[in-house]
Every structure is written in C-alpha cells, then in structure tokens.
C-alpha cells in the first residue's frame, strides 16, 4: 500500500485529506508543518506528498526546496493542496517543481486522479 504523506496545518483538512487517501487505496502520514514533513519525508519515505502552501513557520513552497536539496527526498513527488485558487498562484506553485496544483475544497476524484497521475510519472 503505496505511503502518501499529508502536509496540512488544519486538523479538519488534514482529517479531510486522509480520508480520501485511504478511501483510495493507499496509507496516509501526516504533518502539520513544512519542518515536521521533513522529517516524516526523510523518515518514512512516502511515495508521494500532499502539501498546503500557506503554513506557519516554514511554508509550503519552503518545504518543497528543501526536500529538492536533499538526495534522500527529492525523488519525492509533492502535490500542493491549497486555498490559494488564482492562475497566478497555480502558475507559480507549478514552477516550485510540483506535479500538480489541487485548491480547496478538494474534489475527492481530482484528487486521486492527480495523486495516480504523479505517481505513475
């Protein structure tokens, strides 16, 4: 059962996100900070990531260059799970190296369609 890490500070989008996740067949971790993700990353190494972008402490595009910098995560592909829902922030989040850009509410079959998407890349 493939590991997906969830990456949320809000206990309600994280529960949200997890239920999804296991409804679709794979194991869910979670975080609720870019530094704990890194860890958890570094630790368990999931087969895939969902983040939030706006985080207190460091953030969700932090998080994402850091795991780029490290030989043991950056094989890791990370999906940004955000409320930020304009083109700018999309086109931005994707230039962060992502694979893709899900916004808030989360649609429960874009979702899965995204997370089978990247990890089939």
Known sequence: MP???IVDDSPAHRYNLQKI??????????AESGE???EIASDENP????MDIVMPG???YQAKRNLGRKEST???PVIFVSAKSSDADRAW???QGVKEYVT???NPHQLLTAISAAMAA
């Open 3 to 5: 590991k997906i890490l």
């Open 21 to 30: 996740v296991e409804e679709g067949g794979h194991h869910a971790l979670t």
């Open 36 to 38: 704990q993700a890194l």
């Open 47 to 50: 087969e895939l990531i969902l």
């Open 58 to 60: 460091m953030s969700g």
């Open 74 to 76: 950056r094989h890791i």
């Open 93 to 95: 989040g994707l230039r």
């Open 104 to 106: 808030k509410p989360v």
